[in-house]
């Protein structure tokens, strides 16, 4: 049973249009983190909330704690956002569990 | 500004060989982590440090041996290879713990293939 649980798997859009995906976990934690995965294979960190909403350029990341809930949102998607997001929460104090992460593909 | 150097970026091993990952980084941080990345699966853990000296067993320890000897450095060695370690190995750093909601610095990834 994977305790960080992301959907949906993989998304597709045009160019535009409003990107929501979403991460649920089980596990308590004190922040939760959102990553880029660039298709040449490269991982940045995006984000780290532990609670309300923080924005960052046309991304968009909300948590709500007691729901054990986060969306990431892309406002006005491009090309250049195509990617693999992938959510992460901590654990055990030291460690990150990582979510499958949803393959986003942005069509001009 | 190099961030989390990893080498090589690219390694075909056949089975039984070893060889050791290089993950070096220049941001002072305290902890270092080494992951692999396989098809359909989140990364996961393969072992860890918290300090120049100590390292620990992550989730899929096995087969894996690490050295933490400089702070900046993370050996991840492979005594002999096993097809099933086929995968793309990243490393990471970070000032802090995880749970105290500071990032992790990823390295670029090393494709590695056994045969």
């Known amino acids: 049973k994977n305790e960080v649980e992301q959907s949906p798997q993989n998304l597709t859009a045009q160019e535009g249009e409003f990107i929501t995906i979403n991460c649920s976990y089980s596990v308590g934690i004190s922040a939760l983190h959102w990553l880029q995965q660039h298709p040449g294979g490269g991982i940045v960190s995006l984000f780290m909330?532990?609670?309300g909403k923080k924005k960052h350029g046309r991304l968009i990341a909300t948590i709500n704690i007691q729901e054990k809930h986060s969306s990431l949102h892309i406002t006005a998607s491009h090309p250049r956002d195509s990617a693999v997001y992938i959510c992460?929460?901590?654990?055990?104090?030291?460690?990150?569990?990582f979510g499958t992460g949803t393959r986003l593909q942005v069509f001009p | 500004n190099a961030g989390v150097t990893q080498t090589p970026k690219f390694r075909v091993l056949k089975t039984g060989q070893s060889m050791t990952l290089l993950c070096a980084q220049d941001?002072?941080?305290?902890?270092m982590y080494w992951y692999r990345q396989d098809p359909g699966m989140g990364l996961r853990l393969i072992h860890y440090?918290?300090?120049?000296?100590?390292?620990a067993k992550g989730e899929v320890p096995d087969g894996y041996n690490v050295s933490r000897l400089k702070k900046q450095n993370f050996l991840l060695g492979l005594e002999s290879a096993a097809p099933s370690q086929t995968s793309v190995y990243f490393c990471?750093?970070?000032?802090?713990?995880?749970?105290?909601?500071?990032?992790?610095?990823f390295g670029d990834g090393t494709r590695l293939s056994i045969l």
């Open positions: 909330l532990s609670s």
């Open positions: 990471a750093s970070s000032i802090l713990r995880g749970s105290e909601g500071q990032p992790q610095h």
């Open positions: 992460a929460a901590p654990y055990n104090t030291d460690k990150l569990i």
């Open positions: 440090s918290v300090g120049e000296g100590t390292t």
């Open positions: 941001m002072n941080h305290e902890y």
